[in-house]
């Protein structure tokens, strides 16, 4: 019976490593979309009046979904580069990298009214990081590289 168990863990450690290499840059849209949601329910606060607690919590929920998303990235760079190197190549998934910029110049918008330091801060790092990917994209697709399917 131990055997099983350590066999059956086996293949279900297998199979996370597999989700993990597949795991997508694309998911940095949720990042995008619920920034978005933050900012709207704060300009919808604002026109009717209502107190900050909707757009707090959109905020917070948003913080940890894009954390989530991040680390998820994260482990899988550290863990599957290659993954993320043939990710890189293929010329639609090589457009959301920059959402992983974007994600963060909402996010240093939604901050700005509490924590203007805070903002500033995710606002440089963004803004850097947009410039580059910015540059790296535009240059991977009229560089060299075929627009094939590989």
Request: hydrophobic share 60%; charged share 10%; proline share 4%.
């Amino acid at each position: 019976m131990q055997g099983g168990q350590m066999m059956a863990r086996a293949q279900a450690d297998v199979a996370a490593e597999a989700r993990l290499a597949h795991f997508p840059v694309t998911f940095f849209a949720i990042g995008m979309g619920m920034m978005g949601l933050t900012l709207a329910l704060r300009a919808g606060e604002a026109a009717f009046a209502l107190g900050p607690e909707a757009s707090r919590a959109a905020l917070l929920v948003s913080l940890a979904l894009l954390g989530l998303v991040a680390l998820g990235y994260l482990a899988k760079a550290l863990l599957h580069p290659a993954a993320v190197a043939a990710e890189w190549r293929l010329p639609v998934r090589i457009a959301f990298f920059p959402a992983i910029s974007i994600s963060l110049l909402l996010l240093s918008v939604a901050l700005l009214e509490e924590q203007p330091e805070a903002a500033r801060l995710v606002w440089s790092a963004g803004t850097a990081l947009q410039g580059l990917l910015a540059l790296a994209v535009i240059g991977a697709w009229i560089g060299h590289r075929s627009f094939q399917q590989g």
